[in-house]
């Protein structure tokens, strides 16, 4: 035999039994922010619709007939915004860590006035902070003027002394055109440095030289003069 219910304890279990179904999608709306992180659309009731809005611009995408269906339909819209997001990172990937390590790269060497010196006759060649003369040692930055093309500016130079023994230069500044890798500069400069050689007068010459910045600049004679006579320049063993 069945009794019959009260009509007042009826009512109060249909009230709830929504409370626990608004409970439980509040619960779910709230696991599915924690999982993906900022939400980018949120259901919102009005009467007895509920929009989806996109939060950031306030359009209404769509609406439902329940919460549970609005929030159904803004995972839907999350994942699709996930998605494209994903497919736009994995194109600009390989550009972006490219253009960030060259950046990188370039402010290393700014930030430590790098400059390759060359001199002949030892042939020995340098890295070395051509603002206080001191040589850098420190692999990033050695890195940072190896690993990626830089634009140069090129000072060469021909250390000479007359028969009174007073020292002199003669000395041609260049900016080539294009990108090079460090170790492609001895090619780029060869015929305009043997050049420079050539026309100093043999019996003056001691030395040569070339001090390659990889930025946009200017070098002027003392300064490459100082550079070059902290290198030891004017005091060279002939190469083996």
Known sequence: MQTAMHPAFAEKLAVLAALLEHSQAVRDEARAKLEKGSPRY???????TWDVVE????????????????????????AGAASKQRAAMSKRKPHNMRARLERTCRALVSANHAAV???????????INWKNLKQIRVRQVVDAVCDIP????????????????ARYNKSIEVVPQGNYRAEHLTDVIEAMYSDLRASANPNHLVASGWI?????????????AKVFAAVGAWNQQKAA
């Open 42 to 48: 949120q259901a919102s009731g009005h009467g007895g």
């Open 55 to 78: 939060i950031a611009t306030g359009a209404v995408q769509g609406f439902a007939y329940s919460y549970r269906a609005a929030l159904r339909f803004v995972d839907a819209m999350e």
């Open 117 to 127: 010196v060359n001199i002949d006759p030892s042939g020995q060649q340098v890295l």
């Open 150 to 165: 830089h634009r140069w500016t090129i000072y060469l130079s021909v250390l000479c002394r007359d028969h009174f023994g």
């Open 212 to 224: 390659a910045i990889p930025t946009d600049t200017t070098v002027d004679e003392a300064q490459a």
